[in-house]
């Protein structure tokens, strides 16, 4: 079955370490989608990609980065950068090419915890 | 960026309908109205989308407004599996961003 795969599932990262989450998809889909979710908060956009080797900021860019290399795959790397990374991060994607018959499909998300 | 405004919370009792109503008042022609909801600890699950005419499918129906200004995702018989929350959002028309408000945890009493 096609879908997106988001690992690991939980993820403890010392202060000051970068920390790359995995995000691939079999849906043959163009683009791509990060969030960051807090607490009782609904989700922010951190990157996206419409296509490969092209990404844009979302609203929360700051200290993280990401590639899109081939189209199955969007990694997101947390940068020492990023103040406060402890959260639920969340991947998407979307057949641009079906115009918006369908919706989006998300991954299960990692928890990245800083100790 | 245009936004949604949701109640923070509904309450339902099992296999009644609910109605979970969604304030777009800032939307723009071009931007779809989507729901999805989510369980905790997973990620979100699309429920329904549209743009201007009411839609239906096997989980739910969604009715907006002549004025695309509201919303309402319409849940015809709730089940305990139904207990999530339900995010109201807008798909903007730049780069397909998905703008997600705090949502409407809904609860349902069996």
């Known amino acids: 079955d096609g879908g997106i795969t988001q690992s690991p599932k939980y993820l403890f990262r010392k202060e000051g370490q970068n920390v790359t989450l995995s995000c691939e998809q079999n849906?043959?889909?163009?683009?791509m989608y990060w969030y960051r979710q807090d607490p009782g908060q609904g989700l922010r956009l951190i990157y996206y990609?419409?296509?490969?080797?092209?990404?844009q900021k979302g609203d929360i860019a700051e200290g993280y980065s990401v590639s899109r290399e081939k189209k199955e795959s969007f990694p997101l790397t947390v940068t020492s950068a990023q103040k406060n990374p402890t959260a639920f991060y969340l991947c998407?994607?979307?057949?641009?090419?079906?115009?918006?018959?369908?919706?989006?499909?998300f991954g299960s998300g990692t928890r990245l915890t800083v100790v | 960026d245009a936004k949604t405004t949701q109640p923070n919370s509904m309450e339902s009792n099992e296999e009644e309908p609910v109605h979970l109503p969604c304030n777009h008042s800032?939307?723009?022609?071009?931007?779809?109205i989507h729901w999805y909801r989510q369980l905790p600890s997973q990620g979100p699950e699309y429920v329904i989308h549209?743009?201007?005419s009411n839609v239906n499918n096997r989980m739910a129906s969604l009715a907006i407004a002549e004025d695309r200004k509201s919303s309402t995702l319409i849940l015809h018989r709730a089940t305990l599996r139904d207990a999530a929350v339900y995010y109201c959002?807008?798909?903007?028309?730049?780069?397909?961003?998905?703008?997600f408000g705090q949502g409407t945890e809904l609860s349902v009493k069996p």
């Open positions: 998407a994607s979307r057949n641009r090419g079906q115009g918006y018959a369908y919706g989006y499909t």
């Open positions: 849906l043959n889909h163009d683009a």
């Open positions: 990609s419409q296509i490969v080797n092209d990404f």
């Open positions: 800032t939307i723009s022609g071009t931007d779809y």
């Open positions: 549209g743009l201007t």
């Open positions: 959002i807008l798909r903007l028309n730049q780069g397909g961003k998905l703008i």
